[in-house]
């Protein structure tokens, strides 16, 4: 019996040292990125298989990206505040209002010109296939792909009318 | 035993017609169980059922394990058993191991992915919350 139990335990001792030993080599490296100052940045060098000299440009583009990017940020929300005061004191369109959308999306678009134009240096930075892969991804990602207009499925009829 | 039922194992010989019958029917539909039942007769079934229960339930699992322990005793230790038992453990582990470490790390990758979404661009996440933006973290 003796034997028998030695044998019982030590298979499942076994299975479990398998398991932990599979999981943690298999996370090891995630483990690292994880664990480093700019996750994201690894993620991307692993995503795009860039070499270090590809990434050190990208992370010296990303930090030099994000001060401007909030910069725009504090001024949107500048505005956003100044235009719910604005609609909170009026009963009507005025010139205000009107100057204060115009600007708020002026203040946006030049935040999606800066965003692509970033968009555009990081890929350039990567070999000319996975730059096109990038591009496509973040298109297919962030603000740049907007969402298709709906009118509750009715424009079909209102447009061809 | 009430008069009732005493006619009735009068009236049961082993040979009976159909007479009988009817005048036994007749007289069972009749019977009525008049005497009471003694005070805490249901409760002291249930005690004696409950009682009953865990006498014969580790019996049945000693039973059991000396079952297992046999077989245990007797086929583990051969050789092709043993390594075949060991085998099927150590690939399982590690199987289970590799698949919980792929889906931990698929679902780490999705999150950096959207990690750096959410760094540079802050219209993604004003659908969310205006300007949570992870650049601040």
Request: glycine fraction near 6%.
């Amino acid at each position: 019996m003796k034997r028998a139990l030695s044998i019982l335990i030590g298979g499942l001792m076994g299975a479990c040292a398998a398991y932990c030993l599979f999981y943690f080599a298999g996370t090891a490296a995630h483990r690292k990125v994880l664990a480093s100052k700019a996750p994201e940045l690894l993620w991307l060098k692993k995503e795009f298989n860039l070499g270090d000299a590809e990434l050190a440009r990208i992370t010296q583009l990303h930090e030099a990206y994000l001060p401007q990017c909030q910069a725009r940020c504090q001024h949107i929300e500048e505005l956003n505040r100044k235009f719910a005061q604005a609609i909170d004191s009026a009963s009507q369109l005025t010139p205000d209002i009107e100057g204060l959308l115009a600007e708020r999306a002026k203040a946006r678009t030049d935040c999606q010109a800066e965003m692509l134009k970033h968009f555009f240096e990081v890929s350039r930075t990567m070999p000319a296939d996975q730059g096109r892969r990038y591009l496509a991804w973040v298109q297919g990602q962030t603000c740049l792909s907007e969402a298709p207009m709906n009118h509750g499925g009715t424009e079909d009829t209102d447009h061809h009318h | 035993m009430d008069k009732a039922a005493f006619r009735a194992t009068k009236i049961m010989k082993p040979e009976r017609s159909n007479e009988d019958r009817e005048a036994l029917g007749r007289v069972l539909r009749a019977w009525r169980v008049t005497s009471p039942l003694p005070p805490g007769f249901a409760e002291n079934v249930w005690r004696r059922i409950e009682q009953a229960e865990p006498a014969t339930s580790p019996a049945s699992n000693l039973m059991l394990w000396a079952m297992v322990k046999t077989w245990l005793a007797s086929t583990l230790p051969r050789p092709a058993f043993a390594i075949a038992y060991v085998s099927v453990l150590l690939i399982g582990g590690l199987l289970a191991g590799y698949w919980r470490a792929h889906v931990e790390t698929m679902s780490w990758d999705k999150a950096l992915a959207s990690r750096y979404v959410q760094a540079v661009d802050p219209f993604h996440v004003q659908a969310v919350g205006p300007f949570q933006k992870s650049f601040r973290n």
